[in-house]
């Protein structure tokens, strides 16, 4: 019998001013895409600062199902052995759990010849296509045919080309580049995703005998090579995961350092925190970060990296409705992703959505009310303006914030914020 998880609901009161110290862990974004990308050789990998997730999980029982061991192996430590004849497929059960499971496509493909993966459904986020996914790797020589609910990709071997992407999707990038390393001849993507976890995954990559040039730009430059071989990697800090600390003492106030977050990876968020009135330091092994009473509302629109990522949209939202004056918040990635405004508003936030826009009307609290978290970072939010609210928030459904989160109530906790599962 399973053992019962955390209860679903986090139980939030007023708090700050907040201080001390967090270490941030290891990206959800880019050890979801590491672990996908031991499918690329038979062996026995180690991946270091692994956040305990339950994405990570999600990832290692879809592995697992394909025939592979996932074991965590220490603290933060994890250990992948790819077997020989694994089968290359994803189930509708995992991939419906993880829509990120598709980036097994890529890899499955460039070194079985084939990979059947369940289609991904919408989500909250609106509807989310995989076409560009596909394009590529069919530019790469795949065949696609697709039925029951899945895609199947064949090929006998796959070609270097030119890709031009139509929009720098973080998915298709991967997918493509995980495939073009075991493709014959040189492999261009162009209009690349620049995510700092991309340039992670080439770094992984490059260290099992790929021969990646340019990640972390636009144009990715892949030399196929004909076999890799299992290594050891230490994940990337979690850039959205600091983010999410800075947004807590944007609203709660206070002083804390953020130990392991890379302030490179964050430039454009960092600057809009100095625009509010936070202050900031970067150090050598993290940040500082100083913040008073009340913020000042800025306006923020959401990019492709290096502009502001739409993970961060929510934060912007929670500090805005307590911050002073109005700020217009712009999502341009993803058509939907504003559900949870209206469990701000049950708090008090005064919010109006139009299209793509909301226009967010600091007040001096908030009050406490039951909320919905919808998805990770919108549940991560919440949690994160109810620190300035008056009276006692609970956000149910927390289960979504366990998916990307490493102990998120016990992090926010030890800054001194009143948080609590119950
Ligand atoms: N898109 C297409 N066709 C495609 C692929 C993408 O139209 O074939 C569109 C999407 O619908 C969306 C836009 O392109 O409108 C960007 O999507 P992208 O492919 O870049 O996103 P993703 O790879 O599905 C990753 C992160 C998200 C993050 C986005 C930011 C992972 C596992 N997920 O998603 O993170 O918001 O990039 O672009 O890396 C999270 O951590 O909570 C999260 C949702």
Redesign the pocket.
């Known amino acids: 019998m399973p053992l019962p998880g955390p209860p679903d609901r986090i139980l939030v009161g007023p708090s700050g001013p907040l201080g001390g110290q967090v270490t941030i862990s290891g990206a959800?974004?880019s050890v979801?895409?590491l672990m996908a990308a031991t499918c690329l050789a038979e062996g026995t990998y180690v991946l270091r600062n692994v956040p305990d997730i339950t994405d990570v999980t999600c990832m290692a029982d879809l592995l697992a199902s394909m025939g592979m061991t996932v074991a965590r192996t220490a603290p933060g430590e994890l250990t992948l052995v790819h077997p020989p004849g694994i089968v290359p497929e994803a189930p509708y059960e995992l991939v419906e759990r993880m829509?990120?499971s598709i980036v097994v496509l890529g890899p499955l493909l460039a070194r079985y010849g084939r990979a059947r993966v369940a289609l991904p459904g919408g989500d909250d986020?609106?509807?989310?296509?995989?076409?560009?996914?596909?394009r590529g790797l069919e530019q790469l020589g795949a065949v696609f045919t697709s039925a029951h609910g899945y895609i199947e990709a064949t090929a006998e071997h796959l070609v270097g080309t030119s890709i031009l992407l139509e929009?720098?999707?973080?998915?298709?990038t991967?997918n493509a580049l995980m495939a073009a390393v075991l493709a014959r001849g040189t492999t261009v993507i162009d209009n690349a995703?620049r995510?700092p976890?991309i340039a992670d995954l080439a770094a992984f990559l490059n260290r099992m005998g790929a021969r990646v040039a340019g990640a972390g730009s636009s144009t990715i430059t892949i030399e196929g090579v004909d076999a890799l071989a299992p290594v050891e990697h230490t994940v990337v800090p979690d850039r959205?995961e600091a983010a999410t600390f800075l947004a807590a003492l944007g609203v709660a106030g206070g002083a804390i350092r953020l130990v392991g977050a890379r302030a490179e990876h964050m430039d454009m968020y960092l600057q809009k925190l100095t625009e509010m009135g936070m202050g900031i330091t970067v150090e050598p092994d993290g940040i500082t970060a100083v913040a008073g009473q009340r913020l000042r509302s800025v306006d923020v629109s959401t990019l492709?990296y290096p502009g502001l990522?739409?993970?961060y949209k929510p934060f912007f939202v929670a500090m805005l409705t307590t911050a002073d004056g109005v700020g217009i918040v712009t999502e341009n990635?993803?058509?939907g992703r504003f559900r949870y405004i209206d469990e701000l508003v049950r708090m008090g936030a005064d919010i109006r959505t139009e299209g793509h826009h909301a226009v967010v009307r600091g007040r001096a609290r908030l009050s406490g009310a039951p909320v919905r978290a919808h998805?990770?970072?919108a549940g991560a939010a919440l949690v994160v303006a109810a620190l300035g609210a008056e009276g006692e928030t609970a956000v149910s459904d927390a289960d979504h914030i366990d998916r990307?989160y490493e102990q998120f109530v016990e992090k926010l906790a030890g800054l001194g914020a009143d948080v609590r599962r119950g």
């Open positions: 959800k974004n979801l895409k829509r990120a986020f609106g509807p989310r296509p995989i076409d560009m996914h596909q929009f720098p999707s973080v998915g298709a991967e995703a995510e976890e959205i492709p990522a739409t993970d990635i993803f058509s998805d990770i970072r990307g």
